[in-house]
């Protein structure tokens, strides 16, 4: 008993240590780089006024963190995801400044978009709460919440976001375009939608608080 009282004190105090070695994501700096990196596509405090280019006030950090590390090309490979423009951007930070700025991010306040079609929200609501059972595609609900808040940090917050960015990355899972899911689990259910139930969620997703 002794013996493996000492081992999980030993183990307790490697955590801390390495836990001590860790540095706080610096954000000032982070901040400084979103006013004159950032600032551009996504806006200071990452409420985007261009549909093409996500909100990221609000979003987890940790997912914001994974997509960052994700767009950069790490040890002579290739990026994960690929986009021309966030792989130059990323190019030059570090895994400290990209904590940063997820952290930074994630605590800045979203100003939410609202569903716009009031023609498809029957349809939007179907598929975000039940799926759609005969194609075999599972409720949104499931992975991202009731309310579109989403999980650290596999699933993101959609709750609010662009309808258009949604719908567009939705057909970049189906069109093999964006691969960075877990096990191509977006992949493949995006494989089983049409447009038009791709655009009908994607709308409901805007509006839920």
């Given amino acids: ?84 423009i966030m792989s130059a951007m990323a190019a030059g930070l570090e895994e400290a400044d990209m904590k940063g700025l997820a952290e930074y991010f994630s605590s800045q306040k979203l100003q939410p978009e609202p569903a716009k079609n009031v023609a498809t929200v029957d349809q939007g609501q179907k598929i975000w709460r039940g ?25 993101p917050r959609l709750s609010g976001q662009f309808a258009d960015y949604t719908e567009a990355q939705l057909k970049s899972f189906r069109d093999g375009v964006r691969a960075n899911d877990p096990n191509r689990m977006m992949r493949m259910i995006a494989l089983k939608m049409t447009d038009p139930e791709m655009k009908a969620v994607a709308d409901y997703a805007a509006g839920l608080r």
């Fill in 131 to 155: 799926g759609i059972p005969a194609k075999g595609v599972p409720a949104c609900a499931a992975c991202h919440g009731p309310a579109g808040a989403g999980l650290p940090a596999q699933y």
């Fill in 1 to 84: 008993m002794m013996k493996r009282s000492l081992l999980l004190s030993s183990l307790l105090l490697v955590a801390g240590s390495l836990q001590a070695q860790t540095p706080a994501p610096d954000l000032a700096k982070a901040k400084q780089t979103a006013e004159t990196v950032c600032a551009g596509c996504h806006n200071a405090d990452g409420n985007s006024a261009i549909p093409a280019n996500p909100k990221l006030a609000g979003q987890h950090a940790d997912y914001l963190y994974k997509q960052l590390h994700e767009f950069k090309g790490w040890d002579g490979k290739k990026a994960v995801r690929e986009n021309a």
